[in-house]
């Protein structure tokens, strides 16, 4: 009933950029909070940004200054500009979104994204 779909990982330099997008689709009434993950290998997932519905936005320290997370709220989208990258950027970047099913429905459900590889070489 709800699909987050990612897009725009790849292979970079050290020092290059990406631009990766999340787009929700199917049944919903709305969303409330989204934001992007990232696992690399050997560690946990970590919270790496995040976005309200009215654009405030919580950013992880070590990626301050370099990622920017923005959000469409009339395309439910979001992007994660990475820029400056790293070797230790290097992950699985997953998508994550609060749904809203319908008008009537109580708080939201989490529904996460497959996840798109960035891996940045030396």
């Known amino acids: 009933q709800v699909q987050l779909v990612e897009s725009g990982g790849g292979l970079v330099q050290a020092g290059g950029s990406l631009r990766l997008s999340c787009a929700a689709s199917g049944s919903f009434f709305g969303i409330d909070n989204m934001g992007w993950y990232r696992q690399a290998p050997g560690k946990q997932r970590q919270l790496v940004a995040a976005i309200n519905r009215g654009g405030n936005t919580n950013l992880e320290d070590s990626v301050k200054g370099r990622f920017t997370i923005s959000r469409d709220n009339a395309k439910n989208t979001i992007s994660l500009q990475v820029n400056s990258l790293k070797p230790e950027d290097t992950a699985v970047y997953y998508c994550?979104?609060?749904?809203?099913?319908?008008?009537?429905?109580?708080?939201?459900?989490?529904?996460w994204g497959q996840g798109t590889q960035v891996t940045v070489s030396s």
């Open positions: 994550v979104a609060d749904v809203k099913l319908a008008s009537y429905t109580i708080g939201s459900l989490r529904y």
